[in-house]
């Protein structure tokens, strides 16, 4: 979702452009297991709380643990991490993820599968601060844009399908067998990476110090507070979409994968809608797609009883939520007056802020008030959003005079 872009970038390395391409598509594709590994632990929750006989509100906090641990960790562990050399710092990362996955895939209990969590949650911001920038040193100048689109749509893929692939992964193999699956991809992928990447120039160190004085612009921090609310009610829902399927439209659970999976190949569409509409007036944009989003969340509940009208609430839920994704991504970075690599790494640690706080939030609701209220709760957190968007609005013109 965002990366960290230094000034200074060393000239691409000296080897054939084909393989230089090579290196950008093996990116890509591990940016997809790498972010994959941290949603799919959606899809696999009805089963995996069943095995280890927790709640469907206990093991979503799996999801919570994830979030918070990228959002207190990734800033500073990009920032002390970033000027490693590349090649071996994304095979040590995939490294991580492998063993990560495996001890997943052999947790006795929900400790120790939190424990497999926790760790690579560690590793995955310095990945996303790290990858579109080596992507573009790597094409070089020329290539440099579509090499960063390509990395992100491996992000984009993972976020809108891995957590269907995955679903119907389990159903084939149980949710034990998809992180075996997500151990062996990423081991296969460090080795990859270890065999074609070119060993690239250490990136200069960017001193933090200046960068963040955007903490002190009000209308910067009233955007990072927007995306905040805007993910938590976009997890309060989503985190337990498989189980409200599976409980309120009684879904077949081997039907399920199937569902999420729909709702990810619309969501690629409101991916691309995200992009072309933003730069319409970010603000606006992201108050619109909120109220889209809280009235499909709402609706999915509502129309439970009529697959058909299900369907038409989940399309129209997955193209708000993923177009939301970019929206936010641009909407916090240009609202910051100058270091907006340092807004972009901040972006994603309150995204995760609030796709922790949904999973919580959602889970107590479950626990208190039944599965069915859910979407309701949610919509209301997307309207506030809307009106945040609004609020926001007025700080602009004191910001963009200083």
Known sequence: MSSVVHPHLAAPPAVPSAGRGLAVLLLAISAFVIVTTEFIIVGLLPSLSRDLGVSISTAGQLVTLFAFTVMLAGPFLTALLSHFERKRLFVTILVIFAGANALAAAAPDIWILGLARFLPALALPVFWGTASETAGELAGPEKAGKAVANVYLGISGAMVLGIP??????????????????????????????????????????????????????YFLGNVVL??????????????????????????????????????????????????????????????????????????????????????????WGIANTALYPICQVRVMQSASHAQALAGTLNVSMANAGIGLGAIIGGSVIQHLGLGTVGYVAAAIAVLAAIVAALVGRLKPASAAA
Not at 173 to 192: D, I, K, P, Y
Not at 210 to 217: G, H, P, T, V
Not at 283 to 299: D, E, G, N, P, Q
Not at 303 to 316: D, K, M, P, R, Y
Request: glycine letters at 12%; zero cysteines.
């Open 165 to 218: 692939i995955g679903t119907l992964a389990s159903t084939a193999f149980g949710w034990r067998g998809t992180f075996w699956g997500l151990a062996g991809l990423s081991l296969v992928m460090a080795v990859l990476l270890f065999v074609v990447m070119p060993t690239l120039a250490r990136p200069a160190r960017v001193k933090l110090a200046e960068q963040a004085r955007i903490l002190k612009d009000p």
């Open 227 to 316: 995306s905040v609310i805007v993910f938590t009610a976009m997890f309060t829902a989503y985190t337990y979409l498989a189980d409200t399927l599976e409980q309120i439209a009684k879904i077949p659970v081997g039907q399920v994968g199937w569902w999420l999976m729909g709702f990810g190949v619309v969501g690629l569409g409101g991916n691309w809608l995200g992009g072309q509409f933003v730069g319409r007036g970010p603000l606006m944009v992201t108050a619109v797609t909120a109220l889209v989003l809280a009235i499909s969340m709402a609706a999915t509940t509502l129309v439970a009883g009529s697959h058909l009208w299900l369907a038409v609430a989940i399309a129209v």
